[in-house]
């Protein structure tokens, strides 16, 4: 596809040259006046009619991308967003294959590898995807990530073991951090930013409707074929995004021939893999301390250290090595980007908190069936789609943010407090209209803080700070499921051992730390106990997502407001 730039200069050749006719080079000298400023020989009307020359030659140029970006648009965006859909799909529907997974393999310790796995692929390659998308092009980089994640999907359903499927589950993951952040990337290069608000918007609801879709969507196939074919059925949606991708989206425009070692050349690839280094070990961290070893195991200890070494080495090698990182972390000097970056961390890992634990709230304390506690939380996507959906289109007609940003920030706040007031007395009415609330203010933030902090740098930069974004968002929900997972541990163990005692209390206390659906299973007397101890672990992670709410109010508040173009060329 040949760039605005491209086509502008093509067609002011032209026209200027049907206007004006051929200038003398004597008369098109260029003389540099002692400001800086340049001034052009030649008769004032000559220069007054290339002046309109290039203003025609801008309307039409712009007319004609904006007429091609009309006519593909639609297809592109359902091409890129089939593979955001399956990319959240993906996170969420090992929930419901979980348990036939362990009884296949007999592995029921490692099992929840499955899930971690996927989400430290997509944390770690995540954020790489935007400056090898500027190396070798979005439409290049788009057919990669469609093809790793087909092949991991494939190799899931053939796993013969458990750490086979692990293996395909990374596999997955990193090509599902190419399908999530490239679809943004690359919508970036055809749409301004203000219709770009609200197809984020749509994007966002897409992304939702995926996560919210994939335990039932993974329980459906289970019972009726099997859990392998929640993977397999993946795979030709997979084929078809990748065939349309391939047929509505140009390649990457050259003005010259690119020697391939001359692009190797560009990639930053001791960045790269200081970086993937640095975020799989802190994963790592995270999901094993509290969950497989105590946080003062020499485990963690170590692989935090190893962590924290190679972040340092990272940071060092984009500031003083690299001649294109593939991160410029100078960039989190700017408070909209960093702001922006924090803020995608606290929202996902306040989000990942309530859609683990608010389940398990209802199944332990109100003792509901999973159907039901499934059901309930359907609220919270509903109220993302309708954050994601009016701020696209408030920001569209508006052209501002800040202070919807803000607001909305104040309103997941809000919604946080909210559903730390959850008892056992509460309304089942009240439960699912206090998780409607923080799913208005999180899918607001998701869309307003993106477009934020691609309006915030000059248009080269949109691609690595989009990856940044996402990078960031990865980190959040795999933070915000491992530390409330160690806050519900914690809390949940510390009260059963203080409250439920005598013989036969450590089987008893080993059962239901194990497994809520041993709470129907204990004699009478231990019920209250245990279920009040649930209630208390609970309470502790919706706690912990009321602080992450204040402070996401403090990011976004630091936050600035930039113009939201209504031009690819933002002018």
């Not at 220069?47 to 639609?74: H, K, P, Y």
């Not at 359903?157 to 490239?182: C, D, E, H, K, T």
């Amino acid at each position: 596809m040949s760039t605005l730039r491209e086509r502008r200069n093509s067609l002011i050749d032209q026209e200027s040259a049907r206007l004006l006719g051929e200038f003398d080079e004597r008369d098109e000298s260029v003389i540099a006046d002692s400001d800086g400023e340049s001034t052009t020989g030649g008769n004032p009307d000559d220069v007054e009619a290339g002046a309109a020359a290039a203003a025609r030659a801008d309307q039409v140029a712009e007319q004609e991308v904006n007429e091609l970006s009309t006519r593909g648009l639609v297809t592109l965006f359902c091409s890129l967003y089939i593979g955001v859909f399956l990319c959240a799909l993906d996170g969420t529907v090992i929930v419901t294959l979980i348990s036939h997974i362990a009884s296949e393999f007999h592995e029921l310790r490692a099992v929840s590898w499955i899930a971690t796995s996927y989400l430290i692929a997509l944390a770690a390659f995540q954020p790489l995807y935007g400056k090898l998308s500027d190396i070798y092009g979005r439409k290049a980089l788009l057919l990669f990530s469609n093809s790793a994640f087909a092949i991991g999907c494939i190799l899931c359903g053939l796993a013969p073991s458990i750490w086979f499927l692990v293996f395909a589950r990374v596999i997955a993951g990193m090509g599902g951090g190419g399908l999530n952040s490239l679809s943004v990337i690359t919508l970036s290069d055809l749409v301004p930013l203000r219709q770009r608000s609200l197809l984020h918007g749509i994007g966002s609801v897409c992304y939702n409707s995926g996560a919210a879709a994939g335990g039932v969507f993974g329980g459906l196939i289970t019972d009726a074929v099997g859990w392998r074919w929640a993977f397999f059925i993946q795979v030709p949606f997979v084929l078809i995004s990748a065939v349309a991708i391939q047929l509505n989206l140009k390649g990457k425009p050259s003005q010259e021939i690119v020697v391939e070692t001359d692009r190797l050349k560009r990639i930053d690839f001791l960045g790269s893999f200081t970086l993937v280094t640095a975020l799989t070990t802190f994963m790592l961290t995270l999901s094993i301390g509290g969950n497989y070893v105590e946080w003062s195991s020499p485990w963690v200890l170590i692989l935090g250290t190893v962590s924290f070494m190679f972040v340092a080495a990272f940071v060092h090698i984009e500031k003083k090595v690299a001649t294109e990182p593939i991160l410029p972390v100078q960039l989190l000097k700017d408070r909209t980007i960093l702001g922006s970056a924090l803020s995608n961390s606290l929202i996902f890992m306040i989000s990942y908190s309530h859609l683990f634990y608010v389940p398990i709230y209802l199944i332990a304390v109100r003792g509901v069936s999973a159907t039901t506690a499934g059901t309930n939380i359907i609220s919270n996507f509903i109220g993302t789609g309708i954050g994601a959906i009016s701020t696209g289109s408030y920001m569209r007609g508006t052209g501002k943010y800040y202070w919807w940003m803000v607001s909305n920030a104040t309103l997941l706040f809000l919604g946080c407090i909210l559903v730390s007031t959850y008892s056992p007395a509460t309304p089942t009415f009240l439960q699912v209209l206090f998780l409607l609330i923080p799913g208005i203010g999180f899918g607001s933030l998701i869309t307003s803080t993106l477009i934020a902090l691609i309006a915030s740098v000059p248009h080269e930069f949109q691609a690595v700070t989009t990856s940044i974004n996402y990078g960031f968002r990865a980190l959040g929900s795999t933070m915000g499921v491992s530390m409330a997972s160690a806050i519900f541990q914690n809390v949940l163990g510390s009260r059963l051992y203080a409250r439920v005692t005598g013989p036969g209390a450590a089987e008893i206390i080993e059962r239901v730390m194990d497994s809520v659906e041993e709470i129907e299973n204990l004699p009478e007397e231990y019920k209250p106990l245990v279920i009040s101890s649930y209630y208390d672990a609970c309470k502790g992670v919706f706690y912990f997502a009321v602080v992450l709410g204040f402070l996401n109010i403090v990011s976004c508040a630091v936050m600035k407001e930039h113009t939201l173009h209504t031009t690819i060329n933002r002018r």
